[in-house]
């Protein structure tokens, strides 16, 4: 079963797709400038101690967003099946 999540709520070493991207104005053209679009396939790499910010894979090349810039990215991300984790 899937579920969307903001990308701000991703665990390290969870991936997922795109599903939307809610940033408006220069953000939003920033943002899908940088490969983030509804489709791509992404997987979080780490986080900075502080948990900000956060770098994600996407595509061939890791890049860092900020929390505020990760809000507004929305993720379709599996749940474990608790079959499997027994």
Do not use: C, W, Y
């Not at 990308?7 to 390290?12: A, E, H, L, V």
């Not at 939307?20 to 679009?37: D, P, Y």
């Not at 996407?58 to 990760?70: C, G, I, S, W, Y």
């Not at 993720?75 to 474990?80: Q, R």
């Amino acid at each position: 079963m899937k579920k969307v999540i903001r990308m701000r709520d991703m665990s390290d070493g969870q991936a997922g797709v795109i599903k939307e991207v809610s940033a408006k104005g220069m953000l939003g053209i920033r943002i899908r400038e940088m490969g983030l679009v509804p489709g791509a396939p992404i997987k979080v790499q780490g986080r900075a101690p502080l948990k900000d910010p956060v770098a994600i894979k996407v595509r061939d090349f890791v890049l860092t967003l900020r929390n505020n810039e990760a809000d507004h990215i929305l993720v379709e991300v599996g749940e474990a099946d608790p079959k499997s984790a027994q």
